[in-house]
């Protein structure tokens, strides 16, 4: 069988066709799959209380909503962005020249000023004209002060040469503000190189911040889908090679035993802060399960241990710790780490990633190695006494993952997973063998095998951004369907069993196909190299 791992389909004849859709049964929030910078990314459009949706980083290693916002008579703290009303945190201070005093910092180099925000609007990233989903403060909390979202006032760099730093973090750290950051903002671009505007956190656990020098809990600085939700939230990056999702609220066991692997949080002692607003459970960042990792090559005996992990999606590679014994260690310094590096592993060597339990679904993939760029398989291990391990973005693009707050449990599943009819109050207008697809706007549905699709009440033919126009056949069932295609002039067939892959009947071949921009599709045939281009 045809196995293609990552496939960049350009979108643009789909983006006309996309609409949103302001009243949805089901909270599902659409993502988008792109390359920014060096690397894949979860990309998501938002819009905060009304205002104009930007592209964030959706990011399950991050704890807060940081969102960039400028105003052209926007001088310093005190001004109130869009209805953004600034936390009790600091009231009572007094803007200084410095904000030592004034501003969390986030990490090393943002300054931030959390504020309550009542809505998030989030966008189809191919229509940005009506939100698809609009998540309210009020719906999880009757009383709620809103949602926390920290105000991405100004990104500092660390000091460089003989600069002369702007603010100085408590003296441990000293920075510049970054020249160009709301300059950009001003004239109306994205403040980041890679097109962004912040980073939208996904995590499943909480961050907190203090005054100085109290040590008080001033505020909970955490993700919008916690607050928004009390059982927890899907995210499914591995539904075709463009398009992904979130889903909250999606805790009905015919949804979650799609998902073979479960494994419980590692909490190592932690009582960790409830999420603000919705009061669900958090976890901690490195615990949302623990994995074996191995690392195995020809001629080399086989390097194995275990670890808690997080699994990030604002991470472009993998970033491991051994916490193995000492003869492990000293096969992997010596056989699997690159020659001109102290913990990159080498190109080619085979990494395999399962959860500890039982029966546990298990990811592989081949380590690449480029010292311009990072991959998703980029791997490094670090080895000594303490030490995070992270699964990056990869491991998304490969397996969906359900964050079960309530349970405090991670679930993941390499297979395509949908959204089952019984549940799903959309299905009753696609055919049978579509009836699990993921409503993505009005009208619009992402397929687990099909992928993104558009159905027209007076149209028996379906828009699909892989093939054009299709016509399924009405006899198809839940176990499969035939499907006319007008691009490839012939019958294929297909099913949640068959993946992305289709029998086209005139070829009497397994094939991938996509659309091409211009019109008609490409497709590759099992088998071959070469795709073949189909006019319409």
């Known amino acids: ?26 909270r599902v929030i659409p993502l988008e799959i792109a390359n920014k910078g060096d690397a894949k990314r979860l990309v998501i459009y938002v819009g905060i209380n009304g205002g104009q949706p930007f592209p964030y980083l959706f990011d399950t290693g991050s704890a807060g909503f940081n969102a960039s916002y400028f105003n052209g008579n926007y001088t310093g703290p005190g001004e109130n962005p869009f209805d953004w009303k600034f936390s009790s945190y600091y009231e009572g201070f007094e803007p200084k020249d410095s ?24 966008y189809n990233p191919y229509d940005l004209s009506t939100p698809a989903v609009i998540l309210k403060a009020n719906e999880v909390n009757p009383d709620s002060e809103g949602f926390i979202v920290n105000q991405l006032w100004q990104i500092l760099e660390p000091v460089q040469n003989n600069e002369t730093p702007d603010w100085t973090d408590r003296g441990k750290y000293q920075f510049v503000f970054k020249k160009d950051f709301r300059q950009n903002l001003k004239q109306g671009l ?5 097109g ?9 656990f909480t961050g907190y911040n203090t005054s100085n020098p109290d040590t008080t809990v001033d505020f909970i600085n955490s993700s919008v889908l916690g607050q928004a939700t009390t059982s927890g939230y899907a995210v499914v990056a591995n539904a075709n090679a ?3 999702y979130v889903i909250l609220d999606i805790n009905e066991p015919v949804f979650l035993d799609q998902f073979d692997t479960v494994l419980e949080w590692v909490m190592n002692g932690n009582t960790p802060y409830a999420f603000p607003n919705s009061q669900a459970n958090s976890g901690i960042e490195y615990g949302v399960g623990e994995f074996t990792i191995m690392l195995s090559q020809d001629n080399n005996d086989p390097v194995s241990w275990s670890v808690p992990v997080s699994i990030d999606t604002g991470t472009p590679e993998y970033t491991l710790h051994y916490s193995g014994n000492a003869t492990g260690q000293q096969n992997l310094e010596n056989n699997y780490i690159a020659a001109d590096t102290t913990e990159t592993i080498k190109a080619g060597v085979e990494a395999t990633v399962h959860g500890t339990t039982a029966n546990a679904a298990s990811y592989r993939y081949t380590v ?15 080895t000594g006494e303490s030490g995070d391990s992270t699964l990056g973005v990869g491991f998304f693009l490969n397996n969906a993952i359900t964050y079960n707050l309530a ?20 299905a009753g207008v696609l055919p049978k063998a579509l009836r699990n697809s993921i409503p993505f706007g009005n009208k619009h549905f992402l397929s687990p095998w099909l992928g993104m699709l558009v159905k027209f009440e007076s149209d028996a033919f379906l828009y699909t951004l892989n093939m054009g126009w299709v016509w ?27 993946g992305h892959f289709l029998y086209m009947d005139s070829l009497s071949k397994w094939i991938y196909a996509v659309s091409s921009p211009g019109g008609g599709s490409f497709y590759l045939a099992d088998g071959t190299q070469d795709w073949v281009y189909v006019s319409d």
């Open 1 to 26: 069988m045809l196995r293609i791992k990552h496939l960049t389909v350009v979108l643009s004849i789909f983006a006309g066709l996309l609409l949103g859709n302001t009243a949805m049964a089901l």
């Open 368 to 382: 690449t190695y480029n010292t311009a760029f990072f991959t998703t398989d980029h791997t490094t291990v670090s």
């Open 472 to 498: 399924p056949d009405p006899a198809g069932t839940e176990a499969g369907t035939w499907l006319w295609s007008n691009n490839l002039n012939s019958w294929l067939w297909g099913s949640m069993a068959t």
């Open 242 to 244: 463009t398009a992904a």
């Open 99 to 122: 904000y030592a005093g004034t501003f969390y910092t986030d990490g090393v180099g943002d300054l931030i000023k959390p504020c309550y925000v009542e809505q998030i609007e989030i």
């Open 196 to 204: 962004l505007y912040g980073t939208f956190g996904a995590g499943m």
């Open 407 to 426: 349970s405090r449990r991670t679930r993941y599943t390499p297979d395509n997973i949908g959204l089952p009819p019984s549940i799903n109050p959309s």
């Open 190 to 194: 994205a403040p980041f190189t890679d």
